[in-house]
């Protein structure tokens, strides 16, 4: 049951155009926390927790079945796209030289944000 129950999550939570668009925002994160921005600094970890989190809750939302949850699952995904959008800010402000590389992450991240936006409006227009 254990490995049933592993490959749901894996497929419910790619059920939306969001996930992805998060996962590749994600890959930036990582990307930028390596080579150029040091762990341990607050902004920093915040960010790769905010994008974490914003994954996370995008799995769940895709995995649950009522509309009220699906919901609250998403709308905490927006929460924390926010948190990154604004640490993505904090960032760009002290080490302007990334401006162009977070550029790319910040599409990503508003695409990810619209998407997910339209998840919550369909859901709650459906309730």
């Given at each position: 049951m254990g490995m049933?129950?592993?490959?749901?999550?894996?497929?419910?939570?790619q059920d939306t155009d969001s996930y992805p668009s998060a996962l590749r925002f994600y890959d930036h994160v990582l990307s930028?926390?390596?080579?150029?921005l040091r762990r341990g600094q607050t902004h920093d970890d915040q960010l790769v927790d905010a994008a974490e989190s914003t994954l996370r809750?995008?799995?769940e939302g895709g995995c649950?079945?009522?509309p009220?949850?699906?919901?609250?699952?998403y709308r905490t995904a927006q929460?924390?796209?926010?948190e990154c959008a604004g640490c993505l800010t904090i960032i760009e402000r002290k080490f302007p030289a990334l401006?162009?590389?977070l550029a790319e992450a910040r599409g990503e991240?508003?695409?990810t944000s619209r998407l997910t936006h339209g998840l919550v409006r369909r859901i709650d227009r459906c309730r």
């Open positions: 049933a129950r592993g490959l749901r999550s894996r497929a419910c939570s930028l926390a390596g080579p150029h809750s995008l799995a649950s079945f009522s009220g949850t699906k919901s609250r699952f929460g924390s796209a926010g401006r162009s590389r991240l508003e695409l």
